[in-house]
């Protein structure tokens, strides 16, 4: 029986985190704000179970929002970044904090300069500017660091509020 709850759970969360990435698209907004809602969805699977149970469902999520979801943008950032993120970022949390914090940017910036740079010059690449593009990048990192808290927050959250009522039935 305690299988099939784990299965059922994470299959529901699957679907939140799916329905959360095509409401994004839905609204044209959600490039950047529907990943990172949609990654938040993940983290009672990884308290509850652990980072297996986490990955599989990153991975399910971001398979199904390529093939659902219209912008083909939107499901990269999910799938390149912003899914397994909340994985990593337990083990980046044991450095130092300057550290960890050079670590979390590197980390953004390796993974998100060359997809950007591919969904430029493949799908937009007469429309786009460089100062423009640099300009993104910086208000990319910004949303990353308010994501980074964002996590953080979200995680105590649940485990403050949510997972004691959610361990009472």
Not at 62 to 71: E, I, P
Not at 135 to 140: C, H, R
């Amino acid at each position: 029986m305690k299988q099939s709850k784990r299965i059922a759970f994470c299959g529901m969360l699957a679907a939140l985190g799916v329905a959360i990435m095509l409401l994004g698209g839905w609204l044209g907004v959600g490039t950047y704000v529907s990943p990172m809602l949609a990654s938040l969805i993940l983290i009672p699977a990884r308290t509850e179970w652990g980072t297996k149970y986490q990955l599989l469902l990153w991975a399910a999520v971001g398979l199904l929002s390529l093939f659902l979801v219209a912008d083909l943008e939107e499901g990269l950032m999910f799938l390149c970044f912003f899914g397994w993120y909340p994985a990593l970022r337990p083990r980046l949390e044991r450095r130092p904090r300057a550290a960890r914090w050079g670590i979390k940017l590197v980390i953004f910036n390796a993974v998100i300069l060359p997809l950007e740079a591919l969904l430029m010059l493949v799908l937009i690449p007469e429309s786009m500017q460089w100062e423009i593009a640099l300009l993104l990048l910086v208000l990319g990192n910004v949303a990353f660091v308010c994501y980074d808290v964002l996590v953080h927050r979200a995680e105590e959250l649940y485990v403050r509020r949510l997972r004691p009522i959610w361990k009472k039935e």
